[in-house]
């Protein structure tokens, strides 16, 4: 276990828990969602302006920060921390997600996976040793072990050949597990082991009993939110938290939409990152209280209310739907950073909402009252 | 003469001049910089930023806004003020130097300039008429008459076909000066008139006598900073100054660098704006202390400074120079949006030390200092 690093649960409601994770740089409350800042910044968000939204954590990722600007630079400028100004914890991803399932022209084989650069064009050599090394290099809080992802709806002309591909990928994560946590060598930096086996529950429930009797701080589910049913992936979060160690922290990577992380609160995950708060805010999709808001409908041309009534973000204190719209349509990047702000706050407003209401054991109503939202409700 | 506008002078230095221009949102202290938010927004840069960097003015595009979100929009939204969240002064453009000088496509008569919507592809006509309505629409604290703008350089290969369309170009600005004038409907909104004359120094004398006899609130020089040697342009300010009421706010149109601006400082101007420091942000290029900063450039890799070690700008309080290059590099937004807020701050900066200087009586040693910089000189 990582020195400086621990878990403790505060609060019950249900399967829903509330906790306190202990980092070198920093305590995050939980359920806590981490604003993704790829290339150790969130796209046109500063440091400062993540402190002043309430961020706790960020997730920076492995892959893309090796390939530029190299992990010996942002180890030179001490660490993450140093390097982006925030000084608060982060959590890396190993890049497996990006080596393993985003192009066809990379190979995996036992000992890692071989990967041609975008940016040089060169092969270069992943391998769970590596993972570890990068990322303790960059310094962050939270590692993760290199997994291999095979998404649960690959293959399906031939469910029994996507099947055995799962079930190979999955078995070679749980052996890189272990050569990840035989590769540590920096104390100060949690591990988390990542559990694998797309949609089946079986295969899930072995990973995570495999993976758990690793000495890792933390637990996360990979391959999630990439097909499968909506109902069927609470059903695998809860099996799998059936088979891991109650005390420490799980982590579900990559996920959701509002819906999503109320859902998986309410099935006992802790930990969130998603691209979409500002990924949507990009495209002028904003989640407000009332539900969705396309900010460049034309229905909004002279509508001086703030984007959400109820928000207390820097951008609803100030800008109306009118002016937000006329930035997105103009393609002025201040639209999509202030659109970012507003999600960012969104996300981050609701997680507070979520730890409160579990601590109060009434966390049913706020899972009802965003899933009364739904997506198509646009105000 | 509008009401709620006046100017006052408050120190002079040579010919340099501190003052006062009160307008109905506020009063700016002189010498002073505008932002250019041309579509009602500093790219990347909110209100609430443009704040807390000191700015005390901005300046928005007629012909912009009037394309796009309209001016009626903005009207019904409560003008500049209400619509951007900017409620401090606004200065807008006329759109002439857009219709006149940008395109070969669009034709200039007695009547106004007919030019093609790049949105829609119609024919529209701005008339001076219309550009008084379309600012009196905008609600901006100051609005600019429509003027023709023909560049010095026009032409070099017929120096006489040139003079004679400078020659006519300024007579008609005169002219539509009057039209301008005669159709100001809203009392409490400054108009100023512009100097034209291209860089013959008796046309423009012509120009600006020819202006000051009109009920304008302030002058501009108008078609410089197109070509025109840098000493000729001092000696055309120079000359045209000696023709202008000196109690009148005067203000130089789109210039420049900071030494452009402290050398028109001391021939007597009070007023600029330019989207140099915006620009140069975008591409990476910060104004310093020390000259210069080309903050891609591979010598910043893993320099741990701030871009300026003597700046006092949210962006050196924070971020090093590795970061910053790190993120233009990678084509982040967050790098162009922090090497902005740092170059708007330098030039608010630079005009906050010039008004202190001339209070002092020292403003030659700000000057001085500028000059020296230079532009060759990267640190």
């Given at each position: 276990m990582a020195a400086g690093f621990d878990f403790g649960i505060t609060a019950r409601d249900g399967e829903a828990r509330a906790g306190r994770m202990r980092t070198p740089h920093g305590t995050v409350a939980t359920p806590a969602f981490m604003p993704v800042?790829?290339?150790?910044?969130v796209r046109g968000v500063s440091a400062a302006d993540l402190e002043a939204l309430g961020a706790q954590i960020l997730l920076a990722n492995t892959y893309h920060l090796h390939e530029r600007p190299g992990e010996s630079i942002v180890s030179g400028q001490g660490g993450l921390h140093g390097f982006t100004g925030w000084r608060g914890p982060w959590l890396t991803d190993s890049g497996g997600y990006q080596v393993t399932s985003?192009?066809?022209?990379n190979r995996v084989d036992e000992d890692g996976v071989t990967f041609t650069s975008p940016l040089d064009g060169r092969r270069r050599l992943l391998t769970p040793e590596r993972a570890v090394a990068i990322q303790e290099a960059l310094g962050s809080d939270i590692a993760m072990v290199l997994d291999e992802c095979q998404p649960p709806a690959a293959d399906a002309a031939s469910p029994a050949g996507a099947t055995l591909r799962i079930r190979a990928a999955t078995e070679r994560t749980q052996r890189w597990a272990e050569r990840c946590a035989a590769a540590?060598?920096?104390?100060?930096q949690a591990l988390f082991g990542i559990v694998q086996g797309g949609a089946d529950e079986g295969l899930r429930r072995w990973s995570a009993r495999a993976t758990a009797t690793?000495?890792?701080d933390g637990f996360a589910h990979g391959?999630?939110?990439?097909?499968?049913?909506h109902t069927r992936r609470l059903d695998l979060l809860r099996a799998t938290h059936a088979e891991l160690p109650a005390a420490a922290p799980r982590y579900l990577m990559g996920l959701g939409r509002p819906l999503d992380l109320v859902e998986a609160i309410a099935a006992g995950v802790d930990l969130f990152d998603c691209v979409i708060p500002t990924r949507h805010a990009r495209h002028g999709v904003l989640f407000t209280s009332e539900g969705l808001l396309?900010?460049?409908?034309?229905?909004?041309?002279?509508?001086?209310?703030?984007?959400?009534?109820d928000c207390d973000c820097p951008t609803c204190a100030r800008i109306s739907r009118a002016y937000l719209r006329h930035l997105l349509r103009a393609g002025e990047i201040l639209g999509a950073r202030l659109a970012s702000l507003h999600n960012l706050r969104f996300y981050l407003r609701l997680m507070a909402e979520a730890r409160a209401a579990i601590a109060a054991g009434a966390f049913e109503p706020v899972r009802a009252r965003v899933a009364a939202l739904g997506d198509a409700a646009v105000p």
């Amino acid at each position: 276990m990582a020195a400086g690093f621990d878990f403790g649960i505060t609060a019950r409601d249900g399967e829903a828990r509330a906790g306190r994770m202990r980092t070198p740089h920093g305590t995050v409350a939980t359920p806590a969602f981490m604003p993704v800042a790829t290339l150790g910044a969130v796209r046109g968000v500063s440091a400062a302006d993540l402190e002043a939204l309430g961020a706790q954590i960020l997730l920076a990722n492995t892959y893309h920060l090796h390939e530029r600007p190299g992990e010996s630079i942002v180890s030179g400028q001490g660490g993450l921390h140093g390097f982006t100004g925030w000084r608060g914890p982060w959590l890396t991803d190993s890049g497996g997600y990006q080596v393993t399932s985003l192009s066809a022209r990379n190979r995996v084989d036992e000992d890692g996976v071989t990967f041609t650069s975008p940016l040089d064009g060169r092969r270069r050599l992943l391998t769970p040793e590596r993972a570890v090394a990068i990322q303790e290099a960059l310094g962050s809080d939270i590692a993760m072990v290199l997994d291999e992802c095979q998404p649960p709806a690959a293959d399906a002309a031939s469910p029994a050949g996507a099947t055995l591909r799962i079930r190979a990928a999955t078995e070679r994560t749980q052996r890189w597990a272990e050569r990840c946590a035989a590769a540590r060598k920096r104390r100060s930096q949690a591990l988390f082991g990542i559990v694998q086996g797309g949609a089946d529950e079986g295969l899930r429930r072995w990973s995570a009993r495999a993976t758990a009797t690793l000495p890792f701080d933390g637990f996360a589910h990979g391959g999630l939110g990439l097909g499968e049913a909506h109902t069927r992936r609470l059903d695998l979060l809860r099996a799998t938290h059936a088979e891991l160690p109650a005390a420490a922290p799980r982590y579900l990577m990559g996920l959701g939409r509002p819906l999503d992380l109320v859902e998986a609160i309410a099935a006992g995950v802790d930990l969130f990152d998603c691209v979409i708060p500002t990924r949507h805010a990009r495209h002028g999709v904003l989640f407000t209280s009332e539900g969705l808001l396309r900010a460049r409908n034309a229905r909004f041309a002279d509508d001086a209310r703030p984007p959400d009534p109820d928000c207390d973000c820097p951008t609803c204190a100030r800008i109306s739907r009118a002016y937000l719209r006329h930035l997105l349509r103009a393609g002025e990047i201040l639209g999509a950073r202030l659109a970012s702000l507003h999600n960012l706050r969104f996300y981050l407003r609701l997680m507070a909402e979520a730890r409160a209401a579990i601590a109060a054991g009434a966390f049913e109503p706020v899972r009802a009252r965003v899933a009364a939202l739904g997506d198509a409700a646009v105000p």
